[in-house]
């Protein structure tokens, strides 16, 4: 299986100000036939099912606030929150879609410091 | 927009089935893929399997052989059975949607159900 591993657990970033979180693979995620990374990050609120948020490590899906961007190739990959918001409290995951048993990170809990 | 909703028994003894239906509305179940995916605390995000809307199937090896996945188009549901199980299966089970109509991300998910296995 192809293990993914989320940095940090969690963190805490006062509102405005930049969030970035780190995922690593443990296999390659991009198919080079075709140059696409087969990487998604999604995000998690309390109570709620998890949402993707970037799909292909930097495609922002329809209705993503711009703030959020994915970035990355191969086995390193980051999210990147440029200006954290109260809404944007959550959990947020990794996940390969390159080869099955798909897989996920373990989570980032982003807070509000 | 699609929508997708799970609905089963919240409980379930140990040894026994679990059984959850996931029914698809505001858009077609044809052409897709459909997963079910599990969360606990332990595990994290656990993919499970997942099925075609012709009827075909692929599971994660890790349930060692303990799950059936179908789908009936005419009802627009698809449908995830465990069994035997264990309190290790205590989680809450989403299903979801391939974006694309490939097997790509997770593009729509239920808002999941929580099962417990307990005596």
């Known amino acids: 299986d192809i293990v993914m591993t989320q940095s940090p657990d969690s963190l805490a970033v006062s509102l405005g100000e930049r969030a970035t979180i780190d995922c690593q693979s443990s296999h390659t995620l991009l198919y080079t036939s075709i140059n696409k990374t087969y990487l998604a990050w999604y995000q998690q609120r309390p109570g709620q099912p998890p949402k993707v948020l970037i799909s292909w490590a930097s495609t922002r899906e329809p209705g993503v606030p711009d703030r959020f961007s994915g970035s990355g190739s191969g086995t390193d990959f980051t999210l990147t929150i440029s200006s954290l918001q109260a809404e944007d409290v959550a959990l947020y995951y990794c996940?390969?879609?390159?080869?099955?048993?798909?897989?996920f990170g373990q989570g980032t809990k982003v807070e509000i410091k | 927009q699609v929508q997708l909703q799970e609905s089963g028994p919240g409980l379930v003894k140990p040894s026994e089935t679990l059984s959850l239906t996931c029914t698809v509305s505001?858009?077609?179940?044809?052409?897709?893929?459909w997963s079910w995916i599990r969360q606990s605390p332990g595990k994290g995000l656990e993919w499970l399997g997942y099925?075609?809307?012709?009827?075909?199937?692929h599971y994660n090896p890790s349930l060692n052989r303990r799950v059936t996945m179908s789908v009936d188009t005419s009802k627009k549901e698809f449908y995830l059975r465990l069994t035997p199980v264990t309190a290790a299966d205590t989680a809450v089970y989403y299903c979801?949607?391939?974006?694309?109509?490939?097997?790509?991300?997770?593009?729509?998910w239920g808002q999941g159900s929580l099962v417990i296995v307990s005596s």
């Open positions: 505001g858009g077609s179940i044809s052409r897709f893929y």
């Open positions: 099925v075609h809307y012709t009827g075909g199937t």
């Open positions: 996940q390969q879609f390159y080869r099955t048993p798909w897989t």
């Open positions: 979801a949607r391939h974006a694309s109509e490939h097997l790509y991300h997770f593009d729509r």
